[in-house]
């Protein structure tokens, strides 16, 4: 049995929630020339769980070549994504302030679903999760999205907003994983790693 994981995300909000848990890791991210954008592109008519699974996939697989080309000791790999989803469109990452603000004007006064991937796999054998949440926004007037986005937080989060962050303030009811939310569900990733022989 291994005594630890690679995780092989760049998320500090993962690496909180794994050390929550009381599990040792060891950091596999990408390589400078890496392709790690491309791997996210939605395809045309794709159902947001359906995404979020195939982009997982995706990325544990390029995390498995990069364990293999770096002839690293062998451990479970983690890998997880988080998307924000309004009906069947697909919220990820905003590329600058004026898609943040969009987003988030989308999202005021309305129900959202959160959904987070998880897998990791071992000498073939791979086990996936899925966490969907529901997330309720008050509805923002213009003057509080300007001032969210000003702040910074919305960048590099899907669907523009951190539950743990400044946003709590806007967020009236939530139904699901914090955890998930945050983008690692701690009971569906204690799970995999039990059936992976982890005392979690």
């Given at each position: 049995?291994s ?22 890791y ?13 791997i ?88 996936e ?72």
């Amino acid at each position: 049995m291994s005594s630890f994981i690679y995780l092989a995300s760049q998320s500090p909000r993962r690496r909180q929630l794994l050390e929550q848990l009381g599990v040792r890791y060891e950091l596999l991210l990408p390589e400078a020339g890496e392709d790690t954008e491309s791997i996210e592109a939605v395809l045309p008519g794709e159902a947001p769980a359906r995404y979020v699974k195939r982009v997982t996939g995706l990325k544990l697989d390029a995390a498995l070549e990069r364990l293999r080309r770096r002839r690293l000791p062998p451990a479970p790999v983690l890998c997880s994504d988080t998307t924000v989803a309004l009906g069947r469109a697909i919220y990820g990452k905003p590329g600058d302030a004026a898609q943040a603000r969009r987003m988030l004007r989308e999202l005021s006064g309305a129900t959202h679903r959160v959904l987070t991937a998880v897998a990791v796999q071992k000498a073939g054998r791979r086990l996936e999760a899925l966490s969907d949440s529901r997330v309720t926004f008050a509805r923002l007037a213009a003057a509080q999205i300007r001032a969210y986005v000003d702040g910074g937080e919305p960048m590099g989060k899907a669907g523009a907003y951190a539950v743990q962050g400044r946003a709590a303030a806007y967020i009236s009811h939530i139904s699901g994983s914090y955890s998930g939310i945050m983008g690692l569900p701690m009971h569906e990733t204690a799970q995999l790693l039990r059936a992976f022989g982890f005392r979690v």
